[in-house]
């Protein structure tokens, strides 16, 4: 603007429709415009090779340590089950990205970057803009996922046949588990907010914790029914039997089997595909609607708080 | 009230003279540097109670999974005691990890750091003492595994020689503290790739070190690891004390070959660390890295 | 608030303490300091060739706008920074070679610091840094209450760090510069995003502490003119990394202030403003304003220049003589930025905007 020109009248200047937003096509925006500020944060690398052995050593090295656990105890005889502890070991590795992305995000915008304030008080929908600055991660994740399965199937002997992969209820699952692993990620962020330390442990701690009831390294029978049952509810649970169902049909199952509460409760040794699909999106939508319910919380308390522009640290 | 320092104003006392500490000036400011520098964390601890829940119960779970994974394959007993004790050891990794080599990262960003450079200690105290304050939790954390997983699952220890098993408690401690040093002084140069190298460093690292079966099974490479990794080295020995009665895969040496590894790592990793501080401070100093923020 | 003096500093020692002492001449001598950052497009030149000396007990102040260099100059005296060529000393000490030397006698403190542990409260972020100069529990806790007590956060001791406000924390930033007794003061922009009277009650203490012991110095960098007007014994006017200019405040404006400016305000002037135009020694005479007071009287505004201060005489004779009762005189002084502009052509926030645009 021209110092000199004459400024216009206060009232032609506002624009009250500035104060309406345009619905989803601003939605749509945030969510793109946090998918690539991610993305330029997250490949922000000097070295490209470090970038491959984050991304690879990492899932790989998880899935190494289970199948020489098998080896060194099941010998020949354990080899069956490499299919079943590399498909967990992988998707793992993409729920702790998924759940530590959103996670993350928190805490780098507040104690690193500083900004968190700034995208908060931004009209762009806070919630959108964290799901998207997870995009990167979680791709991050799937990229491991892929690599590691590879590895499984060239390296450690696992079985593979692409003829016999139910792809649509792999994808149906995917979808869904994808979803799921937002929610969680959006709970963990929810805690994180309201933690003064910093927290970048927690959300592995807490995907860890996950580890154990999920059914994601061993079968959920052999948990204690109380636990079983958590394992049950939780939606990670249905997705990876899922997805191995998909994989590989008719092989080992992690969530039914002979003495587990499944087959107590419903009658039958191993849920079937349709189960598996109906059980994660029950679970799935549960899950996700009180992790946006727990995040829409802790967004007010924060703002009650003033926690959005506090850093601490030790 | 008792005067302040006695650096000014005093007749025959100088600038020049006030900068020339003697040995026991500067030795005592180190240690006192140390305890100051742990302080803080100490302090967070007491005050963020939630570590609770996400540095040991959660952890203890997660270690859990791999005890029912031995479980599903019918394992001996002692290999649900392998990985307890790996899992126990795990905090002191993460520590070194987390809260030492990547700390100065997130101590630059904040303005800290140049504030410890412009000081008079030594910097590896200050390291030092991050890892003292940084102890705490993991020596929690590593005893309440032990205690409650040992409790939960049936872990029967077996120890024959308590003082070697203490010693190669103690000295992947210091081993694995000099290599946080090492990585601490890494990582102020290279920046953000240092966050990213220090997630590399997690399940690679368990891989290699055995953290959940005897590193012996992985034959060359575990061999590999012994020689050079603490974590490796320290678990091996650790577990051949711990549970003296088990049979143990041919590969590694006998846990008092093991504890002079230990020793030897310790002091080569504390001397590269200072040699490194030394090196790295420099080059920050030349390349302007002690305050920039964001690189 | 105050400071405290050392209990054993004697009447003799306070007028003389720096007898029998080994005080080297200078506190600060920099010669031909350059640096050169390697950034991208280009590299940048921060500074280009630097001398400077200051005293011992001298407040010395750098002035400059942004991206002068004013902030690498004391990095690098700092022991935080290396220079690319030349050498600088502090108290005789290399900046490059000795620095745990230097960094046992000096202390920093820059504005907007955001430094520290939010989980803290002040007090023990303080002692913290006492165990960093070395001293012991107790000690470090009493100079830590001496400090808060002496800066005005006694009620702010036991608030966690994360809680403060800005000039709060700014003067805990002061205080924690202020623990090891420091010889010398290295002082970034310390008013940097204070508010008029938080910036006021800062420069307050930073002569306060001064001017308890006799012989401690502080280098200070401001860009706020009137901050280095006020406090400054000296100062070095910096610009793209070279100093233009070095003198006391007064010095500084003399270079500019060729003439004598006065503001009179008169009851009345009969003749209006030629009637003082004419009078030898009068440059120029004109009317700034004719307004009326509160009290309904007419004020009238005049602004002399005169060839110097012994012209105002005759003035002042002049309108005696006139009938005119002065109400008030007023002499204007050229400002730091005048001289800035003189020495460089353009103000400080033309080279605000420079700097911006240039790395940018």
């Known amino acids: ?314 | 009230m008792a005067a302040p320092l006695d650096l000014i104003g005093r007749s025959g006392t100088g600038p020049r003279q006030a900068a020339d500490w003697s040995r026991r000036q500067v030795i005592l400011t180190d240690l006192r540097s140390v305890r100051g520098r742990a302080y803080p964390r100490v302090i967070g601890l007491m005050r963020e109670p939630s570590w609770v829940l996400f540095e040991i119960l959660l952890p203890f779970l997660a270690t859990s999974a791999f005890v029912f994974v031995y479980r599903a394959l019918d394992a001996p007993q002692e290999y649900v005691g392998f990985v307890v004790l790996g899992g126990a050891l795990t905090a002191f990794w993460l520590n070194v990890i987390w809260m030492m080599a990547n700390q100065l990262y997130w101590e630059k960003s904040q303005g800290n750091l140049e504030l410890y450079f412009a000081a008079p200690m030594h910097f590896m105290s200050i390291l030092f003492g991050m890892a003292l304050g940084g102890m705490v939790m993991s020596s929690t954390r590593a005893a309440t595994v032990l205690v409650i997983a040992g409790a939960v699952y049936g872990v029967a220890f077996s120890v024959d020689q308590w003082a070697l098993l203490l010693g190669v408690f103690v000295l992947p401690l210091g081993a694995l503290y000099g290599l946080g040093m090492v990585l601490a002084s890494l990582f102020l140069v290279w920046g953000r790739e240092a966050w990213h190298m220090g997630q590399a460093l997690t399940e690679p690292v368990y891989f290699v070190s055995g953290l959940n079966f005897p590193v012996a099974h992985l034959g060359f490479l575990g061999a590999l690891s012994v020689a050079f990794i603490p974590l490796a080295t320290g678990l091996d020995a650790m577990r051949q004390l711990a549970f003296a009665d088990a049979a143990f895969p041919a590969g590694t040496p006998p846990p008092g070959v093991e504890v002079l590894i230990l020793a030897a790592m310790t002091v080569v990793s504390i001397v590269a660390a200072r040699g490194m501080l030394i090196a790295m401070e420099r080059r920050a100093r030349r390349d302007g890295r002690l305050s920039v923020r964001w690189q | 608030m105050g400071f405290a003096v050392p209990a054993d500093l004697t009447a003799e020692t306070l007028a003389a303490p720096l007898d029998g002492a080994e005080m080297p001449p200078l506190a600060i001598e920099v010669r031909g300091i350059r640096r050169v950052y390697a950034a991208k497009p280009a590299p940048v030149v921060a500074l280009d060739g630097v001398d400077l000396d200051v005293a011992p007990g001298e407040l010395f102040g750098l002035l400059g706008p942004n991206g002068a260099g004013k902030t690498t100059l004391i990095k690098i005296l700092t022991t935080l920074l290396l220079p690319s060529s030349g050498s600088a000393q502090v108290f005789g000490f290399d900046v490059v070679r000795d620095t745990k030397k230097i960094r046992r006698i000096m202390n920093m403190v820059a504005g907007g610091e955001q430094s520290g542990y939010g989980i803290l409260t002040v007090r023990e972020q303080l002692w913290m840094f006492t165990q960093f100069y070395g001293l012991t529990r107790g000690e470090g806790w009493r100079r830590v209450d001496e400090l808060i007590e002496a800066v005005g956060l006694a009620e702010q001791r036991v608030q966690r760090v994360s809680t403060l406000s800005t000039g709060q924390r700014q003067k805990m930033n002061l205080a924690r510069g202020l623990l090891n007794d420091p010889w010398i003061l290295f002082l970034d922009e310390p008013t940097l995003g204070l508010d008029v009277s938080a910036a006021r009650s800062l420069r307050e203490l930073i002569v306060a502490w001064q001017h308890a012991v006799p012989g401690r110095t502080i280098l200070l960098t401001t860009h706020y003119m009137a901050e280095a007007d006020e406090l400054c014994d000296r100062i070095a006017i910096v610009d793209r990394g070279r100093i233009l200019a070095i003198g006391s405040p007064a010095e500084l404006k003399k270079r500019v202030q060729r003439e004598s400016i006065f503001r009179i305000e008169l009851d009345k002037l009969d003749g209006g403003a030629p009637t003082l135009a004419h009078l030898p020694g009068v440059v120029s005479a004109s009317e700034a304003a004719n307004i009326d007071a509160a009290d309904q009287r007419q004020v009238v505004v005049m602004n002399l220049v005169l060839e110097d201060d012994g012209v105002l005489g005759q003035v002042v004779g002049a309108l005696a003589e006139t009938g005119s009762q002065i109400l008030g005189l007023r002499k204007s002084e050229p400002t730091l930025e005048d001289v800035f502009v003189e020495l460089v052509g353009r103000g400080f926030a033309e080279s605000d905007v420079d700097a911006t645009e240039g790395t940018g």
Request: aromatic share 10%; no cysteine; net charge neutral.
């Open chain 1, 1 to 314: 603007m021209s110092a000199l020109a004459p400024a216009p009248p206060a009232a032609a200047l506002f624009d009250a429709a500035r104060t309406e937003g345009r619905g989803i096509a601003d939605t749509l925006r945030t969510f793109a415009v946090a998918t690539r500020l991610g993305w330029q944060l997250e490949a922000n690398w000097t070295d490209p090779f470090l970038f491959f052995i984050y991304s690879v050593a990492k899932p790989v090295s998880s899935a190494l340590i289970l199948v020489v656990m098998l080896e060194v105890i099941g010998g020949p005889a354990g080899r069956a089950f490499r299919p079943f502890v590399v498909v967990g070991s992988a998707l793992w590795s993409f729920v702790v990205s998924g759940i530590a992305g959103l996670a993350w995000s928190i805490l780098e915008d507040r104690e690193r970057y500083r900004v968190l304030k700034y995208v908060v008080i931004s009209p762009s929908d806070f919630l959108t803009v964290l799901i998207g600055r997870g995009v990167a991660r979680l791709g991050v994740g799937l990229a491991g996922v892929v690599i590691t399965l590879v590895v499984g199937v060239v390296a450690l002997g696992v079985p593979f046949d692409p003829g016999v992969v139910d792809w649509p209820v792999l994808l149906v699952v995917s979808v869904m588990g994808l979803a799921s692993i937002v929610g969680l990620g959006l709970l963990m962020a929810g805690i994180v907010i309201q933690t003064r330390q910093e927290s970048w442990s927690y959300p592995e701690a807490f995907a860890g914790a996950l580890f154990l009831v999920t059914g994601a390294v061993f079968p959920l029978a052999l948990l204690p029914a109380p636990v079983q049952a958590l394992g049950l509810l939780t939606p990670l649970t249905w997705w990876i039997a899922g997805v191995r169902e998909a994989l590989f049909p008719g092989g080992p199952g992690s969530v039914g089997g002979e003495g587990s509460l499944y087959a107590s409760v419903f009658g039958h040794a191993n849920p079937g595909s349709a189960e598996i699909i109906g059980a994660l999106l029950a679970s799935g939508v549960v899950v996700t609607l009180a992790a946006v319910a727990v995040f829409r919380r802790s967004d007010r308390r924060a703002r009650q708080a003033g926690l959005y522009d506090q850093t601490s640290g030790s």
